[in-house]
């Protein structure tokens, strides 16, 4: 695979999601602050020096370590845009980034991307509906 760029890579492990990969991530509201401001967040990718390992199906954690190796995670930038200590958030992004739920271009996995989705859906559920005005200043 010779000559692949970043997107040709990601692409590659878009290929290989699935649902289950989000499983450690459910309910964990932090994880789903950070998963909601990387998206919002400038990300920095250059190509590590070191020869990127032959892509197969038993070399992928190589391949992602080395994907890893040229990713500067701008853990400032989403600490400040999820509201948490930059501590709390580099941990949560190592653990994102080794579940393969964050990618270097700034955008998240189709599983994460379901996981928030839910995680939004069930806070909803819970806050009070809003009262439609009629008119007349009725409220329904």
């Known amino acids: 695979m010779k000559g692949l760029d970043l997107h040709d890579i990601i692409n590659t492990f878009r290929a290989m999601e699935t649902n289950e990969d989000a499983i450690p991530v459910l309910g964990d509201e932090d994880a789903m602050r950070v998963l909601a401001a990387w998206r919002k967040t400038d990300q920095s990718w ?52 080794a579940l393969r739920l964050i990618y270097p271009d700034g955008q998240i996995s189709k599983p994460a991307q379901t ?26």
């Open 46 to 97: 250059s190509k590590p020096r070191t020869k990127m390992p032959a892509m197969s199906p038993s070399n992928h954690g190589k391949v992602w370590r080395w994907l890893c190796s040229g990713w500067a995670l701008g853990v400032a930038e989403v600490a400040e845009a999820c509201g948490l200590s930059v501590r709390s958030t580099h941990e949560k992004l190592r653990m994102l980034q």
């Open 115 to 140: 996981a928030l989705q839910l995680h939004v859906a069930s806070k909803l559920k819970g806050l009070p509906k809003r009262q439609s005005k009629k008119p007349d200043g009725e409220t329904n």
